[in-house]
């Protein structure tokens, strides 16, 4: 009987909104009613605004971070140094650290992080073109940048056992410290984050 009155446009957004990653219906919903509060003029301006993102954005061919050029803005910045990398699970925690405008390396870009419980291995992430510009690049540090939960955690043991494998002079550090377990980069506050850079732990 619900499904009677329920107004078929409402109900096809909803289902497209499903297929965002960590959109559930309450997150769904919440966004699409609030949207439609906007006045019609503003909603004109977001769906301009995304549909321009659409064909607009670009992925980074050197870094995977998401932009509107290739190479990005950062990897084609030669005041950038090539000779550290500060690996990152997504490219939202990599311009939460640009916030700072403190780090003047490179980032990478995993595209994720290991999650056996959701089906996702190593062999998933963007870990083979790291590899291969730490070598292409003579790289002096790695920064490990993924976020301080299980996932990150596991995934970063993993990054950190591969690169000393097979660039036993590479120094590899981890962010840690000032960040809350379990917490996300993308959503801490600059001094916490900024905390977590400076006082990273090395691995010998």
């Known amino acids: 009987m619900v499904e009677e009155y329920f107004p078929k446009v409402i109900k096809e957004a909803?289902?497209?909104l499903l297929k965002i990653p960590t959109y559930g219906e309450r997150t769904s919903s919440r966004?699409?009613?609030?949207?439609?509060?906007?006045?019609?003029?503003?909603?004109?301006?977001v769906l301009k605004s995304l549909i321009s993102l659409?064909?607009?954005?670009?992925?980074?061919?050197?870094?995977?971070?998401?932009?509107?050029?290739?190479?990005?803005?950062?990897?084609?910045?030669?005041?950038?140094?090539?000779?550290?990398?500060?690996?990152?699970?997504?490219?939202?925690?990599?311009?939460?650290?640009?916030?700072?405008?403190?780090?003047t390396g490179v980032y990478h870009v995993l595209g994720g992080r290991i999650a056996p419980m959701e089906g996702i291995s190593p062999q998933d992430l963007n870990i083979d073109k790291l590899l291969e510009r730490v070598e292409n690049y003579n790289v002096r540090e790695v920064i490990i940048a993924t976020n301080p939960n299980l996932e990150g955690e596991a995934t970063a043991n993993y990054l950190i056992k591969l690169l000393k494998r097979k660039f036993n002079k590479l120094k590899i550090s981890r962010i840690s410290h000032?960040?809350?377990?379990?917490?996300?980069i993308e959503l801490a506050d600059d001094l916490s984050l900024e905390r977590s850079i400076e006082k990273r732990t090395i691995f010998p």
Request: hydrophobic share 30%; net charge negative.
């Open 14 to 16: 909803l289902e497209e």
């Open 31 to 45: 966004f699409l009613y609030n949207f439609l509060k906007l006045a019609r003029e503003d909603r004109e301006k």
């Open 54 to 103: 659409h064909e607009n954005v670009k992925v980074c061919s050197e870094c995977s971070l998401i932009s509107d050029k290739d190479p990005c803005r950062i990897c084609s910045d030669p005041r950038r140094s090539k000779k550290y990398i500060c690996v990152v699970e997504e490219s939202q925690d990599a311009y939460a650290i640009e916030r700072l405008e403190r780090y």
């Open 178 to 184: 000032g960040l809350q377990f379990g917490s996300l």
